[in-house]
């Protein structure tokens, strides 16, 4: 995945297209986040980058593709594909908490995109909505594969990994959207100690 780097900076004279597409894309994540898509003009855009608006349009010919632009950019279903690194020798009431302060410090990294899909999606936002949809039912999929390939006990969640799965995807964003406000180091703290209550009650113990 191509990781955004939104800083505040104009872009260096004779800057590639792909480097000055990505940092159209970084500024864009960053003033969507903050203000709403509804109030960031393409105007206000070029001035972020330090470009002229016909080069915005060069690259994004109207706001709404600029914003799948951004949302596609961010590749979650990359994020997705692969085993969180915990370690299988733990106890399972820790492997679970290991998961979900993984799960919580990838998403720590992304912190304006979950404030655009959060903010979008409550003002209705139709590509929000359908990123968010889209978002929620794969990050499902991949807690159920995670939960098998982490809990291979037999009796592990007393066989009821799917229902597991969702209650944890909720408890993952409910808890997360609660502490986005929160500094980061903040947030970190409140999160390992959510994930060590939740580990304790929905401990699978076989």
């Not at 480097?19 to 970084?26: A, K, M, S, V």
């Not at 959060?118 to 594969?145: K, V």
Request: proline share 7%; glycine share 8%.
């Amino acid at each position: 995945m191509r990781r955004v780097t939104v800083t505040d900076d104009p872009p260096a004279g004779g800057a590639n297209p792909a480097d000055q597409r990505q940092r159209i894309l970084g500024q864009a994540l960053r003033l969507m986040a903050d203000t709403g898509v509804h109030a960031m003009s393409m105007r206000r855009l070029a001035t972020s980058c330090g470009l002229n608006v016909a080069t915005i349009y060069h690259y994004f010919p109207s706001k709404s593709a600029l914003l799948d632009a951004v949302i596609a950019d961010q590749d979650y279903e990359g994020l997705l594909v692969e085993t969180p690194p915990v370690d299988p020798a733990l106890p399972p009431g820790e492997r679970l908490a290991a998961l979900l302060e993984w799960m919580w410090s990838r998403m720590g990294e992304h912190v304006a995109m979950w404030k655009l899909l959060l903010g979008e999606s409550l003002r209705g936002e139709p590509q929000a909505l359908t990123a968010a949809a889209g978002l929620s039912a794969s990050f499902e999929a991949a807690l159920d594969r995670w939960l098998d390939a982490l809990f291979p006990e037999e009796h592990a969640f007393g066989g009821q990994r799917r229902v597991v799965a969702r209650v944890l995807r909720g408890l993952v964003y409910g808890f997360f959207v609660e502490t986005m406000p929160l500094p980061a180091a903040d947030r970190d703290r409140f999160l390992a100690q959510r994930a060590a209550e939740i580990a304790a009650v929905l401990s699978p113990a076989t």
